[in-house]
C-alpha cells in the first residue's frame, strides 16, 4: 500500500512539473513567434504538448494547442 501511495505522489510532483515546463514553453514559444521565429517556437512547443493526455482543459493546454494551429 505505501508503493501505490509514493508512485502517486511521484506521479503528481512529475505532472505539476510538467505543467511548469508548458507553462514556460507557451512563454517562450510566444515570444518566438512574435520575434518571427515561428519554426523554433513550433519545435520548442510541439514536443511538451505532446506529454499530455488528459486535462485538456487547461489554460496552457488550451493556449498551446492555439499557438501550434496558429503557428502551422
Known amino acids: ?28 514559444a510566444r515570444l518566438w513567434r512574435d520575434q518571427g521565429k515561428k519554426r523554433q517556437a513550433r519545435e520548442l512547443l510541439a514536443p511538451v504538448y505532446g506529454w499530455f493526455t488528459e486535462e485538456f482543459d487547461t489554460r496552457d493546454l488550451k493556449d498551446a494547442k492555439a499557438l ?3 503557428m502551422r
Do not use: C, D
Not at 9 to 14: D, K
Open 1 to 28: 500500500m505505501q508503493a501505490s501511495k509514493r508512485e502517486r505522489a511521484g506521479n503528481g510532483a512529475g505532472l505539476e512539473g510538467k505543467s511548469r515546463e508548458l507553462h514556460s514553453a507557451v512563454s517562450t
Open 68 to 70: 501550434l494551429e496558429f
